[in-house]
């Protein structure tokens, strides 16, 4: 196999990681609102609970990003530029609200005061909603062909990317991560969250499939193969397979059918765009290739050694982070306060 | 101003502001995980408590340098495309390895410290925080090898036929000498951050008049962090003439623009302190001057000849041509000029080096202010526990403004400049709207972050409790931290 190709799959398998991954981050911070409701004490704890499912992890989850984000830089400096030059706007948003998202589950409970927490509490909210969206909108867009001239520059703006498909695309990413997000809460908490996530996580795991098959049909009538149809009928299989399990209240097989139906979803817009990496609607022969947006031999092939041994290590540690924190986690669990919090009044220097 | 002096200002702001926040990062995870270490080898309380307060204060700096460091790797693409076309089948590399080997290690063991204490064994528990160490000087060590190859580009050949700079030996790139001197520089310079912000807020702690029984905790705290200080900033004035020389042979002209000198100076150059008056070369100026010095700085020997702007711009012009658009030739090169701001250079050189000087010698104070069971009293010293952990951190940054500043007008040294590397599709408008933004959000945080930190320095390390072994731990008791 051509190392252009063995990079275009590492690449994919990283964005296939970010959003199985993170994908099931986001769903839990956008149900915060709804699983985590009252603004008592009640509501409080429901809301550390749902947080605490993730604490150890997200931050790991967040790193794909970044290291498909390089990836591409290193193998396809030309996808990397063409990107994230084009999709300029969306990435400022998904930006701000990556932030505002970190700092809320790592500040919301530093500060024992219900103003504090309820600000942190809407920075998880749209932190978690607005990249939800917008990543699947600007993938659909990608896969889908955006208007892109013979220096290989995106010549659209922001609303280029509104387009009905783009929008379905980013609807039915946060729906997936929604239903993602709820079977994890079901599969990591146990008392009443549980069981409301998972009830929770077959409605909306419905119209998520609904969303899913149309979305990938339409790309697949317009650009697909006969490999990105298998990865579509695997995707569609695999949700609702999850969500019948989730039905039957096997919360983990439940947990791998909606992993396993991100990561198909994912692999069908991957395998779609195949073998270019950015489709110009412009013109065909503008289109960005696997090998005409890509680095040297040379540098591919340094790429793909430091890939073959350190991939397996962080796979390796990153399970052992999972397996060191299965437990499931109920109300009991949740301290009175975060450890350490200062109480009013010591918080002045003087 | 235009679309590229926007991305400019944007780029300083942001990676200016991020790095607020690494050298306490790389400084604090080190001395975290000394102090956990010591408890678990002599079971001092006092140990596993510094270890718990500066932990808290560690993650609290963590979180906001971990989401700004995202800004750092998307805006090459978004700012500065024809950059990255030009560059990334060289610099991307290092990027992608740094995410691979040091972004997620430092991720996931920092995630198992902070929710570990009652789950993993106390050795294991330990170990992460030494990973997380490790992670931060792996990371400081492949993004400053991409800075390095733009500082002394090696390693690579222009190739016509594809219009960009093309890897061709990558070793070479990670033995870069620039990045040979400049990795121990910046890494003690992070280290002295470190030990400074421990030891101030031993000493806030230590000067309190009702610190009482834990006087002895809090100056161990304030001593070793003066220590720390103190053998880094060791560290960090021998790496620091190291850099000098180098810089010298690769870059004279950002040497003869640290000191403003235009002329040049067949021996014994002298090194101003400080000058009053312009520094456009034009007039005689006031300024005090030691002798030989930026000969000593620049070559080593105080009677080396060093050359001065005018004759190194000549070369320049006569080599890269002036006042050209010449992206035919084997570089991209559109400048006016190939003298850097020289009041910028020639003053955060200075202020650089003042600074860091200063805060060595509050930490030599420290400790001797501090010996046996002294608590430094004078008034005075409260203004010094505000400026040790600013000091070091501020030299940080002026001393990244001088070597990007000094590395003008151009983005990879002899190769491209610096207005040849934005993105040709992204308007002035949208790079307003990101410069904006994100100054704005960097401000607000500012604040949020200073706050939290002063309440959690304020509160002091958290009593000792006896750590309960996972493997006895009651099942449905409540998490050791949660969120």
């Keep these: ?350 | 101003m235009d679309a590229v002096d926007i991305a400019r200002w944007q780029f300083a702001i942001v990676t200016v502001y991020h790095y607020f926040f690494v050298p306490v990062t790389i400084g604090l995870s080190v001395i975290v995980a000394g102090f956990e270490t010591a408890w678990l080898r002599n079971r001092n309380p006092e140990m596993l408590r510094l270890t718990k307060f500066f932990g808290k204060l560690f993650t609290i700096n963590f979180a906001l340098g971990l989401v700004t460091g995202i800004v750092q790797e998307f805006q090459f693409g978004m700012n500065w495309s024809d950059y990255s076309r030009f560059v990334g089948d060289i610099f991307g590399a290092p990027l992608a390895i740094e995410a691979l080997l040091a972004f997620f290690l430092e991720s996931t063991f920092l995630g198992l410290w902070i929710f570990g204490w009652d789950k993993l064994p106390p050795k294991l528990h330990a170990a992460c925080m030494w990973l997380v160490a490790v992670g931060t000087l792996l990371s400081a060590y492949f993004i400053l090898a991409a800075n390095s190859w733009m500082q002394h580009p090696v390693g690579y050949r222009f190739n016509p036929a594809t219009g960009r700079a093309e890897l061709n030996d990558f070793v070479a790139v990670l033995t870069n000498k620039v990045q040979l001197v400049t990795f121990p520089h910046t890494i003690t310079s992070a280290y002295m951050v470190g030990g400074a912000f421990v030891m101030a807020v031993g000493l806030w702690h230590l000067r309190k008049p009702g610190v009482g029984t834990n006087a002895g905790m809090y100056r161990k705290a304030t001593r070793i962090g003066a220590w720390f200080t103190l053998v880094a900033a060791l560290g960090v004035v021998v790496s620091g003439d190291l850099q000098g020389k180098i810089m010298t042979e690769v870059q004279p002209m950002k040497m003869a623009a640290a000191e403003a000198l235009y002329n040049s100076e067949a021996s014994n150059a002298p090194f101003s302190l400080f000058t009053v008056g312009s520094l456009d070369g034009s007039q005689e100026k006031f300024s005090v001057k030691v002798p030989g010095l930026l000969s000593f700085l620049a070559t080593g020997r105080f009677d080396g000849s060093v050359e001065g702007i005018n004759e190194i711009k000549a070369t320049y012009e006569k080599q890269y041509g002036a006042d050209t658009m010449n992206s035919s030739a084997q570089s991209r090169v559109f400048s006016k000029s190939y003298t850097p701001t020289i009041p910028l250079t020639y003053w955060t050189f200075r202020i650089m080096i003042g600074l860091g000087m200063v805060g060595a010698l509050i930490a030599i104070a420290v400790l001797w202010y501090t010996r046996g069971d002294r608590i430094p009293r004078h008034r005075l010293w409260l203004w010094a526990v505000l400026a040790t952990p600013l000091l070091p951190l501020f030299a940080n940054s002026f001393g990244w403004i001088f070597t990007e500043a000094g590395r003008q007008p151009w983005l990879v040294f002899g190769v491209m400049t610096t207005a040849t590397g934005v993105s040709p599709n992204v308007s002035a408008g949208e790079v307003w709207t990101s410069l904006i933004t994100l100054t704005l959000l960097y401000a607000v945080l500012a604040v949020i972050e200073t706050k939290l930190l002063l309440r959690f320095i304020a509160a002091g390390a958290p009593e000792f409790e006896e750590p309960v072994d996972p493997a006895d731990r009651d099942e449905n008791a409540p998490l050791v931290f949660a969120y």
């Design chain 1, 1 to 350: 196999m051509e190392l252009t190709t063995v990079w275009f799959i590492l690449i994919a398998v990283l964005w296939t990681g970010y959003f199985v991954l993170e994908g099931f981050d986001f769903g839990v911070g956008m149900l915060m609102p709804v699983l985590g409701r009252g603004g008592d004490e009640h509501g409080e704890v429901r809301k550390r609970l749902l947080l605490n499912t993730i604490g150890p992890v997200w931050d790991g989850n967040e790193v794909w990003l970044l290291t498909a984000g390089g990836a591409t830089f290193a193998a396809f400096p030309h996808w990397y530029a063409t990107m994230f030059s084009g999709l300029y706007l969306p990435l400022l948003i998904i930006l701000v609200a990556l932030i505002v998202r970190a700092l809320g589950f790592d500040y919301r409970g530093k500060v024992d005061d219900p103003t504090w927490r309820k600000r942190w509490d809407i920075a998880i909210f749209l932190g978690s909603a607005v990249p939800a969206l917008l990543w699947g909108v600007a993938l659909t867009n990608v896969v889908m062909g955006l208007p892109i001239n013979a220096d290989k520059e995106y010549t659209g703006n922001l609303f280029t990317l509104l387009n009905p498909v783009g929008l379905l695309g980013g609807l039915t990413t946060v729906a997936l991560f929604l239903t993602h997000g709820a079977i994890y809460i079901a599969l990591k908490t146990d008392g009443d969250v549980r069981h409301e996530a998972r009830q929770l996580s077959i409605k909306v795991g419905a119209v998520a499939a609904v969303l899913a098959v149309i979305l990938l049909v339409t790309i697949n009538v317009s650009t697909g193969s006969a490999a990105s149809w298998a990865a579509a009928a695997v995707a569609a299989v695999a949700l609702l397979a999850g969500l019948f399990a989730a039905f039957r209240q096997r919360e983990g097989w439940a947990f791998v059918g909606t992993f396993v139906a991100i990561g198909a979803a994912v692999a069908t817009l991957f395998l779609a765009l195949f073998p270019n990496v950015m489709t110009s609607t412009t013109n065909a022969s503008f289109s960005l290739t696997t090998t005409n947006a890509s680095s040297t031999a040379y540098t591919l092939t340094i790429m793909t050694w430091v890939a073959a041994i350190f991939t397996p290590v962080v796979l390796l540690y990153t399970s052992w982070t999972y397996w060191t924190f299965r437990k499931r986690i109920s109300a009991h669990h949740i301290p009175v306060t975060s450890v350490g919090i200062p109480s009013s009044g010591a918080g002045t220097l003087s």
